[in-house]
């Protein structure tokens, strides 16, 4: 039984969108297997021995998405899969890659804002595994720290974040 089953989320959660213009780029929902090479190059340092695709992609209540920019190429991803943070969150934001040539340039802060009000319109709170080194980023954005520092993909340490649309906090 997937998470999806657990919560009853078996299908999309959140309201979908036409492709919408942000300072950053044009961002819209797209297919997983568009985004392997940016989260292997990002995400896992360019190394094909690790995975950048998981079954958790082709499941119907996981959202992609990306930002592309003027050539169609894109710079940003994020996916967003119903997995329960119990007594917190019902959903976690995962595999957030930023072309590193765009970095700082409002990319991830529109992802990450998207999938915010994606779920506070389905009344969800949403976590993430966060690297360490990207812990002010999403403090940024509303999430708060949770729990003990452990070692993540990559051998990085990484923290467990929370936000909650009620609160704007992660509280």
Do not use: C, K, N
């Amino acid at each position: 039984m997937g998470a999806s089953s657990v919560i009853g989320l078996h299908g999309p959660w959140w309201d979908a969108g036409a492709p919408l213009d942000t300072p950053a780029g044009r961002m819209a929902e797209v297919d997983p297997r568009r985004l392997v090479p940016l989260r292997r190059s990002v995400l896992r340092d360019g190394r094909s021995d690790l995975p950048a695709s998981y079954g958790f992609d082709r499941e119907p209540s996981t959202l992609h998405l990306a930002v592309f920019d003027a050539g169609d190429s894109v710079i940003g991803a994020v996916t967003v899969l119903v997995d329960p943070l119990p007594g917190a969150a019902s959903l976690r934001l995962a595999l957030m890659a930023v072309d590193p040539a765009v970095q700082g340039r409002g990319v991830g802060r529109s992802l990450v804002t998207s999938v915010q009000a994606r779920a506070a319109g389905a009344g969800l709170a949403v976590w993430a595994a966060s690297r360490v080194t990207a812990l002010p980023f999403y403090r940024r954005l509303g999430f708060r720290p949770r729990g003990d520092v452990v070692v993540g993909p990559m051998d990085l340490p990484h923290r467990r974040v929370l936000w909650h649309s009620g609160t704007g906090t992660g509280a």
